[in-house]
């Protein structure tokens, strides 16, 4: 069975109430070297751990690889530590100062511009970004593709 599968089967075991899974021990993911902030974390820097029978990770832990694959580190991860879901973020989908296509849509009406971000952001994050034709700055949301959406104000 894949790391993977072991991983999320552990996992499921661990929520799940019945004692026969219950027993088995769980297993999370940890440093396997040190992460330096702004390092995308990989999984081949990773390694499991099988914790003691009856221990559980700490809360608002990530253990799960689909928890840290492809996540950007906000601060040092230390080898064998726990990797806490504050020491982790979403990759940035668009750097400041990228350009970036503005949309303002309202119903039928959709209206495009070209703009510069002000700050980094991923998927869903609210962004601030100057109108390259007016130089009026306005605050979007982020979208999968990497255009930023403005709502009327």
Do not use: C, H
């Not at 390092?39 to 751990?49: N, Y």
Request: glycine share 8%; aromatic share 4%.
């Amino acid at each position: 069975m894949s790391r993977w599968l072991r991983s999320l089967a552990l996992a499921l075991a661990a929520l799940s109430a019945t004692p026969a899974l219950a027993q088995e021990r769980q297993v999370v993911l940890v440093p396997s070297r040190v992460i330096y902030p702004g390092e995308t974390i990989e999984l081949s820097a990773l390694r499991e751990v099988a914790l003691k029978p009856g221990r559980a990770a700490p809360d608002a832990t990530a253990i799960l690889p689909e928890q840290l694959e492809g996540k950007v580190a906000r601060r040092t991860l230390l080898p064998g530590r726990y990797v806490q879901t504050a020491a982790i973020r979403q990759a940035w989908l668009v750097e400041q100062g990228a350009a970036v296509q503005l949309f303002f849509v309202a119903g039928a009406l959709t209206i495009s511009a070209s703009a510069v971000t002000l700050q980094p952001g991923a998927a869903g994050d609210m962004v601030k970004v100057r109108n390259l034709d007016s130089g009026k700055i306005l605050t979007g949301i982020v979208m999968a593709d990497g255009t930023v959406r403005v709502g009327a104000s």
